[in-house]
């Protein structure tokens, strides 16, 4: 049976190629000679079930023909070629792989004028939709989507043009006709989105909602909002693309409880991209590179873990990645998940318009009732250079008092930043705000001016750098609440007659090979400096 299998998939594989090299008009491109004429890999032109390809013409029904037609054969490609097609929602089905050729662009449709009929499918009811945005309680509404299917892809190197897409607004609730997502999928399995564009996609670029088996790939998304939200899923891929998103998130992880039930984001890599915030809609995409001011954007882009988290997180690498003129890394725990056993190496972040890491355990608990506080753990961030990082802020890694972050690990770090904090901001007292929105910006600004650490059982640092451009008043590290704290061979640039570490509430302290202070080992200390 295996290698029946095999066979079937290596016969599959020569037919497509062999196919798309010979496409022509017609409904069904037949297979290429020597295959066998009941081979299940046939191709259907759009152009032969009705679409214009004018960017005039509403093309909607015509793609949905050709999709269900390769869908009722038991699978197909259905091919796109050079033109605009001006759509409302497609609708994705089995087995079926879109392939958007040279040239093609797919076209959001301008929503309808209130109280008209038709546009974007409207958004099916779930009764779990006070527990996220609404963006994140339906799928329906959008551009493409796919629910409850398997064996799909959708393939470039054309584009997805969101332009009639909303960008929603938090809980707000969108009119029946208005779409709000560019690719939106829910349970959903063996899945591959690769090889296209995305500009203006709406409240998401991609929305992927309990999708196992997710491989994204060399995607470059220009977009108005949150461009790759991976949601509830399994066995997920993020390689090579490229992300600007100057108002939102660029590649973020989530588990909300859209699906009415708590399910975790495991086994998810995410490698080889470049996220930024700092250019103008559309000219990462045309490569003009406009930046962007902080009057016109928050500059957001990043990578985040979060907000939406109840499920939990498990098993996830992020490696070899570019940051820049955007936020850092996030990881966020606020509504009862488990996150641990998470990897970070191979970083460089630029320009950063908040602090390079942001580690928060919090108890928003925005979930159904009786559902315990989280927990965060088990987190390795090394090789990471940063430079001309902004210094309101610090580093901030925290829980809440009676839920401390375990087991945390920063090696081979180098950070610069623009400094010029003064002795008053040394002395700022941080609130705890844990029921609250997780966000960097909500806590003020920060007494330390490298680490600011709160709440932790557990936390090594060896090989790590802070130097600022500015003369800074404020230590580099911070302590409060914290056990078990090991700091090897750092280097912490710091003013003369400003201590390196403050600590507070300290217990288990050991500094070792940073110099200028002599290797020291403190079983407690209840308020001190260093």
């Not at 295996?2 to 496409?23: H, I, P, V, W, Y």
């Not at 022509?24 to 679409?51: K, N, W």
């Not at 990043?302 to 850092?328: H, M, P, Y």
Request: net charge negative.
């Amino acid at each position: 049976m295996m290698m029946e299998g095999n066979s079937a998939r290596r016969k599959f594989l020569k037919f497509t190629s062999a196919g798309l090299a010979g496409a022509a008009t017609g409904a069904v491109i037949r297979p290429a000679h020597g295959m066998p004429s009941g081979a299940a890999s046939l191709h259907y032109d759009v152009r032969a079930f009705g679409a214009k390809g004018d960017g005039k013409t509403l093309d909607t029904p015509a793609i949905n023909k050709a999709i269900e037609a390769a869908a009722a054969a038991g699978g197909g490609i259905v091919l796109f070629p050079p033109g605009t097609y001006l759509c409302y929602s497609i609708h994705l089905k089995n087995n079926v792989n879109m392939s958007l050729g040279p040239g093609a662009t797919l076209l959001a449709a301008d929503a309808p004028a209130p109280g008209a009929s038709g546009g974007y499918d409207p958004p099916e009811p779930n009764a779990w939709d006070k527990y996220q945005d609404f963006g994140h309680s339906h799928w329906h509404n959008s551009l493409i989507w796919g629910e409850d299917i398997a064996n799909f892809s959708i393939l470039g190197p054309g584009l997805i043009w969101g332009r009639g897409l909303s960008r929603g607004g938090g809980d707000k609730v969108l009119l029946d006709g208005v779409g709000n997502k560019s690719i939106s999928l829910k349970n959903c399995h063996n899945v591959i989105l690769r090889d296209f564009s995305i500009l203006h996609g709406g409240h998401f670029g991609i929305l992927a909602t309990g999708v196992d088996n997710l491989t994204i790939d060399n995607l470059t998304i220009d977009t108005n909002r949150d461009a790759i939200d991976i949601d509830c899923c399994r066995n997920v891929r993020v390689s090579n693309c490229s992300v600007n998103s100057p108002w939102d998130d660029g590649i973020c992880l989530k588990n909300s409880f859209g699906l009415g039930y708590a399910r975790s984001t495991d086994h998810v890599t995410i490698t080889n991209c470049y996220v930024t915030g700092g250019y103008e809609e559309g000219s990462l995409l045309d490569d003009t590179y406009k930046s962007i001011g902080p009057d016109k954007a928050p500059r957001n882009g990043r990578i985040k873990f979060g907000t939406e988290s109840n499920g939990g997180f498990r098993n996830i690498t992020v490696s070899n990645c570019v940051i820049e003129a955007c936020r850092g890394v996030a990881l966020e725990s606020v509504d009862g998940a488990l996150l641990e056993d998470v990897s970070i190496s191979n970083l460089t972040m630029r320009d950063l318009v908040d602090v390079p890491f942001f580690l928060r355990l919090g108890a928003r608990m925005r979930g159904p009732e009786g559902v315990p506080v989280g927990q965060l753990r088990r987190v390795n961030i090394s090789d990471v250079v940063v430079s001309n990082c902004a210094s309101r802020q610090a580093t901030i890694i925290s829980g809440i008092p009676g839920h401390s972050l375990e087991d945390i690990k920063f090696s081979n770090i180098l950070v610069h930043h623009q400094g010029g904090g003064s002795a008053q901001d040394a002395m700022i007292a941080v609130p705890e705000i844990e029921k609250v929105y997780p966000d960097p910006n909500r806590f003020g600004p920060m007494p330390a001016h490298g680490f600011f650490i709160r709440h932790v059982k557990g936390i090594c640092m060896r090989e790590v750098e802070v130097k600022y451009a500015k003369e800074e008043l404020r230590p580099a590290m911070v302590l409060d609440d914290v056990q078990s704290a090991d700091f090897v061979h750092m280097k912490l640039q710091h003013a003369s007659n400003v201590p390196m570490f403050s600590l507070k509430e300290v217990e288990d302290f050991a500094i070792y090979q940073t110099r200028p202070l002599p290797d020291t080992h403190l079983d407690k200390a209840q308020q001190q400096t260093l």
